[in-house]
C-alpha cells in the first residue's frame, strides 16, 4: 500500500512569512501532483511533477520532486492570507489507468 | 478546461435511505471516473474507478454492495449509497478523465449528512 505522509499536518503563519510543506513516501511514484482544496469545494490542481529532481515556479510557489520520485516539496514565498487552505500531494501510480494516492494533508492557515 | 459537474452539492436524509450522487463530464468524454471520500479534517480516499461500460474496480475495505457505482455513459457516473447510515456522513467527491490520463479533472463534491 502506498503512503503519502505529509508534515506539517498544520500550519499557522503571519502574512508574509515563507514555508515549505513536505510529502513523503516510501514508494515510486511516476508523476506527483499537488492540490489545494477549500472547505466544500473540489481539489484545484496547482502542478504536475514528472521527471525526478524537477522544479517548478508558480509564482510564489515553488515544487521540487526528488531525485528518486519518492518525495515531493512546496515553498511558499511571502505567504498571504489568500494562499489558507488544505494543500494535498498526490501520486500518480500507474496499473493499467493512472490512479492517483493522495497525500494526509497539510491545512495552511495565513493571517493578516 | 475540462468541467466535471457534481450533483446535488449537499443533501440531508434519513438513515436507511438510498442516496444517489451523479458526476458528469461537460465538455469531454470520460472514460475512467473516480470516487473518493473526505472525512472531516482527512484527506481523500479513493473508494473506486469507475470504467465507461464495466464494473467499477473498488479499494480494499470499499464495500461493492454499499456503494453502487454504475458508469453508462461517456459522461456521466453515479454513485449510490444503499440504506445509508450516519457513519456514512461524509463529503464524496469524483472525478474524471479521458483513459485513466493524468490530470484528473475532479468535481466540487457533495455532502452527505445522514439523520
Known amino acids: 500500500t502506498q503512503l503519502l505522509e505529509q508534515s506539517p499536518q498544520f500550519l499557522s503563519i503571519q502574512e508574509g512569512e515563507n514555508l515549505t510543506v513536505y510529502c513523503n513516501s516510501s514508494s515510486v511514484f511516476s508523476s506527483l501532483q499537488w492540490y489545494r482544496q477549500e472547505p466544500g469545494e473540489g481539489p484545484v490542481l496547482l502542478v504536475t511533477?514528472?521527471?525526478?529532481?524537477e522544479v517548478k515556479k508558480l509564482k510564489r510557489l515553488t515544487f521540487q520532486f526528488g531525485d528518486a520520485r519518492k518525495d515531493s516539496s512546496l515553498h511558499i514565498t511571502a505567504a498571504q492570507p489568500g494562499d489558507t487552505g488544505l494543500y494535498l500531494c498526490a501520486g500518480a501510480v500507474e496499473r493499467g489507468f493512472q490512479k492517483l494516492v493522495f497525500g494526509t494533508g497539510t491545512r495552511l492557515l495565513v493571517s493578516p | 478546461g475540462a468541467v466535471v459537474s457534481q450533483h446535488p452539492s449537499r443533501v440531508i436524509c434519513k438513515s436507511g435511505t438510498s442516496v444517489k450522487i451523479e458526476c458528469r463530464s461537460l465538455d469531454f468524454q470520460a472514460t475512467t471516473m473516480f470516487w473518493y471520500r473526505q472525512f472531516p479534517k482527512q484527506s481523500l480516499m479513493l473508494m473506486a474507478t469507475s470504467n465507461e461500460g464495466s464494473k467499477a474496480t473498488y479499494e480494499q475495505g470499499v464495500e461493492k454492495d454499499k456503494f453502487l457505482i454504475n458508469h453508462a455513459s461517456l459522461t456521466l457516473s453515479t454513485l449510490t449509497v444503499t440504506s445509508a447510515h450516519p457513519e456514512d456522513s461524509s463529503f464524496y467527491i469524483c472525478?474524471?478523465?479521458?483513459?485513466?490520463?493524468?490530470?484528473?479533472?475532479f468535481g466540487d463534491g457533495t455532502r452527505l449528512s445522514i439523520l
Open positions: 511533477v514528472v521527471t525526478g529532481g
Open positions: 472525478s474524471a478523465s479521458d483513459r485513466g490520463k493524468q490530470p484528473q479533472h
